[in-house]
């Protein structure tokens, strides 16, 4: 009897539900294959199955995952601004745009993400505010003195800066204008969360899924966009994939190619002989 995701579950722990399903595939694929061998003892095939399963699945998991790798996206944004609430000051601005394609990144792709994007992360950020990615000008911390919330445009951020020379210095330049971007830490925790693709020649990252870890007030260019090793090591892969989708296409039209010439080569025999048949016949 095959295993089913939920015993997959069992057998290696940490598996989502797409994760146990090829885990299954796996397995169910080695136990097969085992099985026919002659005197194969079923214990013996079902435990080289999950062992085969498991390394596969922890080979797999572990290149889609590097928690510690962190990417930065900035956005000049027109809706910055400062506005009082209750007597307090704040400072509210679009983070993240949906939809919207942002400035070639290292030279390699544009990028944009989804609506919904960071809906997960947000339920749970507690990450910081601060100026211009430094740490020690935090304006406030999510849950506290700062709030993430998204609609259809994209991710809002709104702060209470503090009582400090930093707080009061970023008003003063929110309000002048001086800070006129925003920009945000993410990072993927799978880079299946990012899909490339070509459009008119160019190279996009479409982003479905991110983990928002911070945000900061900013001059718009000040902050390097930077591309994680996740972002390129999948670039890599999908050019390769390219390149061999590209290669296979041209194999295959020169294959047909070859058949075609082939049958046309067949045929002109096949009427040759006819003719000569057809000549022996008059003689």
Excluded at 46 to 53: F, H, N, R, V, Y
Excluded at 132 to 159: C, I, M, N, P
Aim: aromatic fraction near 6%.
């Amino acid at each position: 009897m095959p295993w089913t995701p939920e015993q997959a579950k069992k057998k290696m722990e940490g598996m989502d539900d797409a994760q146990a399903a090829e885990w299954c595939k796996i397995a169910n694929g080695v136990l097969e294959s085992e099985m026919k061998k002659p005197g194969m003892d079923k214990s013996k095939a079902e435990g080289m199955a999950i062992a085969t399963a498991n390394k596969m699945m922890k080979e797999k998991m572990g290149k889609r995952s590097d928690p510690a790798e962190v990417e930065c996206r900035t956005w000049k944004t027109e809706e910055l601004r400062v506005f009082d609430d209750g007597g307090k000051p704040k400072i509210r601005g679009l983070a993240v745009p949906y939809g919207q394609s942002s400035e070639l990144i290292q030279g390699m792709f544009r990028e944009k993400f989804l609506p919904g994007a960071f809906a997960d992360s947000l339920k749970t950020a507690r990450g910081f505010v601060n100026v211009e990615h430094d740490k020690r000008s935090k304006l406030g911390r999510f849950g506290k003195e700062a709030t993430a919330t998204e609609d259809g445009r994209g991710v809002w951020v709104e702060v209470t800066p503090p009582n400090t020379r930093v707080g009061q210095d970023t008003l003063e330049e929110a309000r002048s204008g001086m800070l006129d971007a925003m920009s945000i830490e993410f990072r993927l925790s799978d880079p299946r969360d990012a899909e490339f693709h070509r459009h008119n020649g160019e190279l996009f990252r479409t982003i479905k899924k991110a983990e928002l870890v911070g945000v900061a007030l900013t001059s718009y260019p000040a902050y390097p966009q930077t591309a994680g090793t996740i972002a390129v090591r999948s670039l890599e892969e999908w050019r390769q994939a390219e390149d061999e989708a590209a290669k296979a296409a041209q194999q295959a039209l020169e294959a047909a190619e070859r058949e075609k010439a082939e049958r046309a080569a067949i045929a002109e025999n096949a009427h040759l002989r006819a003719r000569l048949d057809l000549a022996a016949v008059e003689i």
